[in-house]
């Protein structure tokens, strides 16, 4: 059997320098029982890779693999990787898993480095061999009064998956109030591979209350919601001296001359509709105060922009730590700031306009790198990961998708949708019209259908796409087909989207809406305060009979159903 080929291409012109590269590959039926059987290649010669199967077929041979490697890029470099599955050996060099799990903590080997997680804590520590610099970690959340939550562990610090890749641990859950009661639930994964040098932090904070949606509607300030303050992952390293930051990969860091803190704070999209009625609070009240980001010397506003994909780091006299957030602009408010020995990556920034509010069966997950080496361009790749290509025509030979054709003619249909890329009003244009960013909105698709019927000159509809239409689906079978990358983000970002925001995870409500999916808004009206979410106080009626949506459902179900259900 031919072997796939894995195209790793470099198109934003920066440096990759030891990225953690994951591509699921569809295999055929029968062709694959065990990941020991595959084999992976650059020019014949063998690549270190780490395989775990996710789908499989009837046969119980393996359907998706999912196959993780490190790879360093040059600017605008491409490589082209081999994955065979004639059976043949997988000529990985030899590893032992080591971790050492106790009553008070989980101890991690990883070559040179060395990490202890603390039990019953959102807090670990990491030891170099000298050439990298000790580590002290910890996750800090406050509630609306700058209050503190305390933790109740539910799923002690445990190893999901390691390997000669990545070694892959996580903890969950709850922080509660002073009298004991639950206020949110977390769940934190933490991945460390390049020998533990680099780290990603996947945190979610989660709130598994049910929305009360009293007479059927489903606004911002519902009692079902929480509101919190800030939620930061701080670490600490000594024998830093100087601090610096990137406002983009490209650029040469700027040095902070003196102690003071330096933080990079972004408060909008930066787009040209930043005050959009997108972003406004339970009250109405626009949560947006300036354009784009500043950059603060203490509390001196230094220099500001529109979007930045910062990198801070500190550095002492042989060795450094560095910081940055995937999609920094996107989910805006984000900060990262660095003082004396201390890097603050903020998925949720203090300095924003109002409290946080999470609607009940609401969660955010965002991910955060750190990265423990003196060279400012290790984490470079982070702001523009690669997306690895595999060919059409494998898609076809695996069954990845029905009816699907590689080497189809193109028609009418491929020019259309070849507009939601390259036409005027592609998908990434109608982001840009009711400013579809902020942590909550990032990912979805302006629903602009629905402003066909308004007046000339009237703002459109902050209404957002509808989850009875599978546009994931189609944004991936038209990645695999074109093997542009735009439509691979199309469909990551929405994904992510509709994972946290659109999903109803609770199990506290009716059991027909329990972790269904929220289908959104009045059609042809304005979300107003209902975000996400169906049938707002503002809104009387839908304005055709017949067109109100329904949300959220494992099941279609009524307007009717849904004004039953004031408890």
């Known amino acids: 059997m031919d072997a796939v080929q894995i195209c790793l291409a470099e198109d934003r012109g920066i440096h990759h320098l030891d990225e953690l590269v994951q591509v699921g590959v569809p295999l055929v039926r029968g062709a694959i029982?065990?990941?020991?059987?595959?084999?992976?290649?650059?020019?014949?010669?063998?690549?270190?890779?780490?395989?775990?199967?996710?789908?499989?077929?009837?046969?119980?041979?393996?359907?998706?693999?999912?196959?993780?490697?490190?790879?360093?890029?040059?600017?605008?470099?491409?490589?082209?990787?081999?994955?065979?599955?004639?059976?043949?050996?997988?000529?990985?060099?030899?590893?032992?898993?080591?971790?050492?799990?106790?009553?008070?903590?989980?101890?991690?080997?990883?070559?040179?480095?060395?990490?202890?997680l603390r039990h019953g804590t959102l807090a670990w520590q990491s030891r170099g061999d000298g050439e990298e610099p000790e580590g002290h970690y910890r996750v800090c959340l406050s509630d609306s009064t700058h209050a503190t939550?305390?933790?109740?562990?539910?799923?002690?610090?445990?190893?999901?998956?390691?390997?000669?890749?990545?070694?892959?641990?996580?903890?969950?859950?709850?922080?509660?109030?002073?009298?004991?009661?639950?206020?949110?639930?977390?769940?934190?994964?933490?991945?460390?591979?390049?020998?533990?040098?680099?780290?990603?932090?996947?945190?979610?904070?989660?709130?598994?209350?049910?929305?009360?949606?009293?007479?059927?509607?489903?606004?911002?300030?519902?009692?079902?919601?929480?509101?919190?303050?800030?939620?930061?992952?701080i670490a600490e390293f000594p024998e830093m001296q100087t601090s610096w930051v990137k406002e983009r990969p490209e650029e040469t860091p700027y040095f902070q001359p003196d102690e003071a803190a330096l933080k990079l704070y972004q408060d909008s999209s930066g787009g040209e509709n930043w005050q959009s009625r997108n972003h406004i609070d339970a009250e109405g009240n626009l949560t947006t105060r300036f354009r784009g980001y500043r950059l603060y010397s203490g509390a001196n506003p230094i220099r500001e922009g529109l979007r930045a994909e910062p990198i801070i780091g500190l550095q002492g006299k042989s060795i450094g730590a560095q910081a940055s957030v995937k999609q920094f602009w996107q989910n805006f408010p984000s900060a990262l700031s660095a003082r004396g020995q201390e890097l603050q990556v903020a998925l949720f920034p203090a300095d924003s306009a109002t409290p946080y509010e999470l609607q009940g069966g609401e969660r955010k997950t965002q991910t955060a790198y750190f990265n423990l080496t003196g060279d400012n361009s290790a984490l470079d790749w982070t702001q523009h990961p690669i997306v690895p290509v595999i060919p059409a025509a494998h898609f076809e030979r695996a069954e990845a998708f029905p009816w699907f054709k590689a080497d189809a003619q193109p028609g009418p249909l491929e020019a259309l949708l070849r507009q939601g890329i390259d036409g005027p009003d592609n998908f990434f244009q109608k982001r840009e019209v009711i400013d579809e960013y902020g942590w909550r909105n990032f990912g979805d698709v302006f629903a602009d259908h629905e402003t066909l019927y308004q007046k000339p000159g009237e703002a459109p509809y902050i209404s957002h796409y509808n989850n009875q239409y599978d546009a994931i689906y189609g944004f991936a079978r038209q990645f695999a087909l074109t093997g542009d990358r735009r439509w691979f983000e199309l469909m990551d970002d929405l994904a992510r989207h509709v994972t946290d925001i659109d999903i109803y995870h609770t199990e506290e409500d009716r059991a027909e809406y329990n972790n269904g999916l929220f289908w959104h808004t009045d059609h042809y009206l304005d979300a107003h305060t209902a975000t996400h979410r169906t049938f707002s106080r503002h809104n009387d009626t839908s304005s055709t009979p017949g067109q109100t949506g329904v949300v959220p459902a494992q099941n279609i179900v009524t307007r009717a159903d849904f004004a039953t259900t004031t408890q």
Request: charged share 20%; net charge negative; glycine share 8%.
């Open 33 to 116: 029982f065990a990941p020991r059987n595959v084999r992976l290649t650059d020019n014949d010669q063998p690549v270190v890779f780490q395989a775990s199967p996710t789908v499989f077929w009837p046969d119980g041979s393996i359907r998706w693999l999912t196959v993780s490697l490190l790879t360093s890029l040059q600017p605008n470099e491409t490589r082209t990787l081999a994955l065979h599955t004639d059976g043949g050996p997988a000529q990985l060099p030899e590893w032992t898993p080591s971790y050492t799990n106790t009553d008070n903590s989980l101890r991690l080997e990883l070559g040179s480095n060395s990490v202890e």
């Open 149 to 233: 939550p305390s933790i109740k562990e539910a799923q002690p610090w445990r190893v999901l998956e390691q390997g000669p890749v990545y070694t892959r641990v996580q903890s969950e859950g709850e922080w509660a109030d002073d009298q004991g009661n639950r206020f949110s639930r977390y769940r934190c994964t933490l991945t460390f591979f390049n020998q533990g040098k680099t780290l990603a932090v996947d945190f979610c904070i989660h709130n598994p209350n049910r929305a009360r949606h009293s007479g059927g509607l489903w606004d911002l300030g519902d009692p079902g919601s929480i509101h919190f303050r800030s939620l930061d992952i």
